[in-house]
C-alpha cells in the first residue's frame, strides 16, 4: 500500500467532515437530477472520438476530464481532484505544509497575498498582506491561477524561493528570497484580558482542537470563565475538529446528526459527554460562517449554552465523500480477480480488504453523499442560523477593515525608511484612525514618519516619527479602541458577558 494512499484512507472527517468510523467525508451543498445518464450513449461517446480525432488521445486524461465535467455539473462542492489535488487538499485539511506560510488569492490579474501566519517564512523575509507577486524563480505568473502560483511557490523544506513582488500604491518592486520551512498551521487566535478569554478560530483544520485546548488550559490558570468564541469568516473544516471544539461548551447531549442518502454508509451521531458547562461563552458569526463552524454554533444556540451575535450564517450542511477512484487498468485487474466490475477504490478496501497501489488510484472524487443537522433537528443547508442577536457586520473605517487590525509587537523601533510587518499595522492603525498616511505597505517612509510624529503629539508624547516601545504600546490601546467602537458584535459580547 502506498504512502500516497495511506493519507486517502486516513478517516479524518473535514466539513468539510470526516467520518471516523466508515470514509473521508466533506460538506458542501447539492442538487439532485430526475434525468438518468445513459452509460452507452456516454461510451458511444468515447468511441466517436476514438474515431473521428486525428492526433494523439490520452486516454487518461479524457476520463479525467469526462470525471471533473460530470461531477462539475452537479453542486459547487462536488468536483474531482487529480493525485495532486488530492495531496494539497489532504494537506490543507491537515494542517501542515511544506512552504512559505501565506494565503493567497487572485485579484484581477494578480495573486496578491492577503494573509501571512505567524512567525512563518514570509513573515521572517517581510512579506505582507496586499503584496502582489508578480515572479516566481525569474517566471511571471502575472495572469496566472492561484493553484499554478502555489505550486511553483511552495517546495521542501530547506530550499529557498525567489519572488519578485510589487507594493504599494507607488508600485515598487521587491525582491525578496524566502526559505521554505515545515509549517504547522494554527488556526486559533487568542486573548485573556480583563476576565474575558476572546476566542477566534479561522477554520477547523487537524490542528484546532489541540490549540483551543491549549487557550481554554490558559483560560482555566486564569480562572477566567467567560468566552467570546469568534466564528466570523470561519468557512469550516474537520467535523472531529468542530464536535471536539463543541465539546468544550456544550453539555451533555447530541451536537450534530449526519444522514446519508446510501444505506451502505450508517447515519451518525456525535454527542457531547461534558457533565457540568464550564463556561458563559458568546459566539460571532456572521455570512461567512459556515460548515464545521456551523456545527458548533448551532450545537450551541439548540443546547442553550451561549448566545448567537451577528448576521445570519452562510448556510452550507451538506455533507461529501472523498473517494478514491481505480485507474481503468486497475478495474479491469480487480475485475478479473474478484469477478466484479469495481471503480470506487474505497469499496474495494473495505468490502475486499485489498489496498490499491499508488499507480491504481487515478485520483479523487468528492462528492455529495448526506446532511447534517442541528440538536434540535434543523437543517439549515441554504438557511443558516439566525443569530439570537442580530448586528450587522462592521463597515470599514477610513477604508480599513477593523477586524484586519493586529497589535504592534514592541520588539523593535521601526525608524525612517525602516520596512517591516510592524510598521504596515501601524498604518492601519493611523489610517483608521484617520492619519494622512498613503495605503498601508510596511514601508516607514516620509509621509508615515509625519503621521507618527503628530499621533505623538496628540498623545502628549515626545514628537517625532519613530515607532518606539511606548508608542507601539498607544497604538495597541487605540486599537483596542477603535474595535469596541465600531465592532458592534464585539462590544456586545463584552456587554453580555460583563452582565450589563
Not at 434525468?35 to 476520463?63: H, P
Not at 517564512?121 to 517566471?139: C, F, L, Q, Y
Not at 450564517?313 to 480477480?337: C, M
Request: net charge negative; glycine share 8%.
Amino acid at each position: 500500500m502506498g504512502v500516497k494512499n495511506r493519507k486517502l484512507i486516513l478517516l479524518f472527517t473535514i466539513v468539510l467532515c470526516v467520518v471516523f468510523s466508515q470514509q473521508i467525508l466533506v460538506y458542501g451543498a447539492s442538487r439532485s437530477s430526475t434525468d438518468e445518464f445513459d452509460a452507452e450513449y456516454f461510451t458511444s461517446v468515447i468511441d466517436m472520438i476514438n474515431n473521428k480525432y486525428r492526433g494523439e488521445i490520452d486516454g487518461k486524461k479524457l476520463i479525467e476530464g469526462a470525471l471533473k465535467g460530470m461531477l462539475d455539473t452537479l453542486d459547487p462542492y462536488t468536483t474531482y481532484y487529480n493525485t495532486e489535488e488530492t495531496n494539497d487538499f489532504y494537506n490543507d485539511m491537515k494542517g501542515t505544509f511544506e512552504g512559505i506560510g501565506v494565503t493567497l488569492e487572485k485579484r484581477d490579474e494578480y495573486v496578491v497575498v492577503i494573509k501571512v501566519f505567524s512567525s512563518s517564512p514570509a513573515e521572517k523575509a517581510g512579506i505582507i498582506p496586499g503584496d502582489r507577486i508578480i515572479s516566481v524563480n525569474g517566471k511571471s505568473i502575472v495572469g496566472v491561477s492561484v493553484e499554478e502560483a502555489t505550486s511553483l511557490i511552495k517546495g521542501k523544506a530547506g530550499t529557498t524561493v525567489n519572488l519578485e513582488i510589487l507594493r504599494g500604491e507607488r508600485n515598487e518592486v521587491l525582491k525578496i528570497k524566502v526559505y521554505r520551512e515545515k509549517i504547522e498551521i494554527s488556526p486559533v487566535e487568542y486573548e485573556i484580558k480583563n476576565g474575558i478569554c476572546y476566542l477566534k478560530i479561522d477554520s477547523f483544520n487537524a490542528n484546532t482542537d489541540k490549540y483551543v485546548t491549549q487557550a481554554l488550559k490558559e483560560t482555566d490558570k486564569q480562572n477566567v470563565t467567560k468566552v467570546i468564541l469568534d466564528l466570523r469568516n470561519n468557512p469550516g473544516g474537520e467535523v472531529a475538529q468542530a464536535v471536539a471544539v463543541a465539546s468544550k461548551f456544550v453539555p451533555k447531549g447530541l451536537i450534530t446528526k449526519l444522514d446519508f442518502k446510501s444505506e451502505d454508509i450508517m447515519d451518525l451521531e456525535y454527542v457531547s459527554d461534558l457533565e457540568k458547562q464550564k463556561y458563559k461563552v458568546v459566539v460571532l458569526v456572521n455570512g461567512e460562517s459556515a460548515s464545521a463552524s456551523e456545527i458548533v454554533a448551532g450545537a450551541i444556540q439548540d443546547s442553550g449554552a451561549g448566545v448567537l451575535i451577528g448576521t445570519k450564517t452562510f448556510g452550507k450542511a451538506k455533507v461529501q465523500s472523498l473517494i478514491p477512484v481505480l485507474t481503468p487498468e486497475a478495474s479491469k485487474k480487480y475485475e478479473r480477480l474478484l469477478g466484479v466490475r469495481i471503480v470506487d477504490g474505497y469499496n474495494l478496501m473495505v468490502k475486499y480488504g485489498i489496498f490499491p497501489q499508488d499507480d491504481e488510484i487515478l485520483g479523487t472524487m468528492k462528492i455529495t453523499t448526506g446532511v447534517y443537522s442541528t440538536p434540535k433537528g434543523r437543517i439549515i443547508d441554504g438557511v443558516g442560523l439566525t443569530p439570537d442577536i442580530i448586528i450587522d457586520d462592521p463597515a470599514p473605517v477610513n477604508g480599513i477593515d477593523i477586524n484586519s487590525l493586529q497589535k504592534l509587537s514592541v520588539t523593535w523601533k521601526p525608524d525612517l525608511n525602516n520596512s517591516g510587518i510592524d510598521i504596515y499595522y501601524a498604518e492601519k492603525i493611523l489610517k483608521a484612525l484617520g492619519y494622512d498616511v498613503d495605503t498601508p505597505d510596511a514601508f516607514l517612509d516620509e509621509k508615515t514618519y509625519q503621521a507618527i510624529s503628530k499621533f505623538r503629539t496628540d498623545k502628549k508624547l515626545y514628537p517625532g516619527g519613530v515607532l518606539d516601545f511606548t508608542t507601539q504600546k498607544a497604538l495597541n490601546a487605540e486599537m483596542e479602541n477603535l474595535i469596541l467602537k465600531y465592532d458592534k458584535q464585539y462590544a456586545k459580547a463584552i456587554e453580555i458577558l460583563n452582565g450589563k
